[in-house]
């Protein structure tokens, strides 16, 4: 007689049921499922493990005396791409929708675990095992809230899949990374997006209400690479809104917590990374972190269009003046807002050090947060790249 697995035995927290991480729980899903068992170890929040996780996942962990490393994590290479035939409706071109829909296609996996919206409303997170290109495609378009992607878990196991694909972000993927092995499969893949400031549906409600000016018809939007926010409307018109401009003293509490306390804005621990940070404006991010990332990577190679990365400027300037500026609250006239845009697109950092400076500026924002708010768990939560990425910037006094 087979003995039921230990997290079996447990049971998932109901709906509105306080988390074990508290207010810094970011909503993963875990908690939701039996495999809360495991929640101690696996949340990222409770415990920062990522250097371990990173030896599990890729064989190594990252080299911290090598600048990217340091920054963008273990990787064989990184690349700029876009799809020569985009997918209408895409977020971007549809890299990341088309990986899902051909690994579905040539075999390689029974499901994919992505987000598609409730009916009602198009940025409320729905959590899907998608079984066909159709379901993936369906859940195209980032869910810029709060979502439990890992709730489907107990219905990966119940179902027998051996083969799977999930899409996420940091938080989910280092919780999914502790418990892989007790889900059942033969072979995970591991499909990433950079997340950085994700928020309540309230809090983008506020979000889209303070910044865009017609936050109704918002379908999508982006920090980008020139810095400027850009909203993409029902119409297909595109807003865009300098960053200079934001109105700080409003916006600065409706991150989540949990975000506002994330040091893997790069998603260390997926196989293969699709973002926008490091690339030209048009084209996306590609860090191929390990084989299995490389082997999604195939399935698409013939679909894309590919150019080196590059890096051009110096990003610490601009740093250094963003953190008393975003401690202060202070928001520019939107005149000199977009002058400032301007001449900063120009002049500014471009590339990988576009990439460098938004790692810098959420990094040094998240250790001042956790530093006056969860003081007890700076030394252990902080992991140490990001400690050394901090200290090259002068943080204010408290």
């Keep these: 007689m087979s003995v039921a697995p230990p997290h079996q035995k447990a049971k998932g927290l109901a709906p509105g049921k306080p988390r074990p991480a508290k207010a810094l729980c970011s909503e993963c899903g875990l908690c939701d499922t039996y495999y809360i068992h495991y929640v101690k170890q696996a949340c990222a929040f409770l415990n920062e493990q990522i250097a371990e996780l990173e030896e599990q996942a890729h064989g190594q962990s990252r080299d911290l005396n090598n600048e990217d490393d340091l920054y963008f994590g273990v990787h064989q290479q990184m690349f700029a791409a876009r799809k020569k035939e985009p997918i209408e409706g895409a977020q971007w071109t549809g890299i990341v929708?088309?990986?899902?829909?051909e690994m579905l296609n040539q075999g390689k996996v029974e499901g994919v675990v992505c987000v598609q919206n409730s009916d009602e409303d198009r940025f409320q997170p729905v959590p899907i095992i998608a079984r066909t290109p159709e379901e993936v495609l369906a859940a195209k378009v980032?869910?810029?809230?709060?979502?439990?992607?890992?709730?489907?878990?107990?219905?990966?196991?119940?179902?027998g899949f051996k083969r799977l694909l999930v899409i996420g972000v940091g938080c989910q993927i280092q919780a999914l990374r502790e418990v892989q092995d007790k889900i059942g499969l033969e072979k995970l893949y591991v499909l990433g997006t950079p997340c950085v400031d994700n928020v309540t549906r309230q809090g983008l409600q506020k979000f889209l209400e303070t910044t865009s000016k017609s936050p109704d018809t918002v379908v999508s939007y982006e920090f980008m690479q020139d810095f400027r926010v850009h909203f993409k409307h029902e119409d297909g018109s595109i807003?865009?809104?300098?960053?200079?401009?934001?109105?700080?003293?409003?916006?600065k509490d409706v991150f989540a917590p949990s975000c506002m306390s994330c040091f893997d804005y790069v998603n260390s621990l997926a196989d293969l990374v699709v973002g926008y940070m490091g690339a030209p404006l048009n084209y996306q991010w590609i860090v191929v972190r390990n084989d299995t990332g490389q082997e999604?990577?195939?399935?698409?190679?013939?679909?894309?269009?590919?150019?080196?990365?590059?890096?051009?400027?110096?990003?610490?300037?601009?740093?250094?003046?963003?953190?008393?500026?975003?401690?202060?609250?202070?928001?520019l006239p939107m005149w000199a807002a977009r002058l400032m845009g301007v001449i900063i697109e120009r002049i500014g950092p471009q590339g990988l050090e576009y990439a460098r400076f938004s790692i810098d500026s959420h990094f040094t924002r998240n250790y001042l947060y956790?530093?006056?708010?969860?003081?007890?768990?700076?030394?252990?939560?902080?992991?140490?790249?990001?400690?050394?990425?901090?200290?090259?910037?002068?943080?204010?006094?408290?």
Excluded: W
């Excluded at 929708?97 to 829909?101: E, H, L, P």
């Excluded at 980032?142 to 179902?159: G, H, M, R």
């Design 142 to 159: 980032n869910k810029p809230t709060l979502s439990p992607n890992l709730s489907i878990l107990e219905e990966v196991e119940q179902c």
């Design 97 to 101: 929708s088309s990986i899902a829909c």
């Design 239 to 251: 807003e865009k809104v300098p960053f200079f401009g934001l109105n700080t003293k409003e916006l």
């Design 296 to 331: 999604m990577l195939n399935v698409v190679e013939d679909q894309l269009e590919t150019q080196p990365v590059s890096s051009k400027g110096d990003r610490k300037n601009a740093v250094q003046q963003s953190i008393p500026a975003y401690d202060k609250g202070v928001t």
């Design 370 to 398: 956790v530093k006056r708010n969860y003081p007890e768990k700076l030394e252990d939560h902080v992991p140490e790249f990001a400690k050394r990425i901090v200290e090259q910037y002068e943080l204010p006094e408290d």
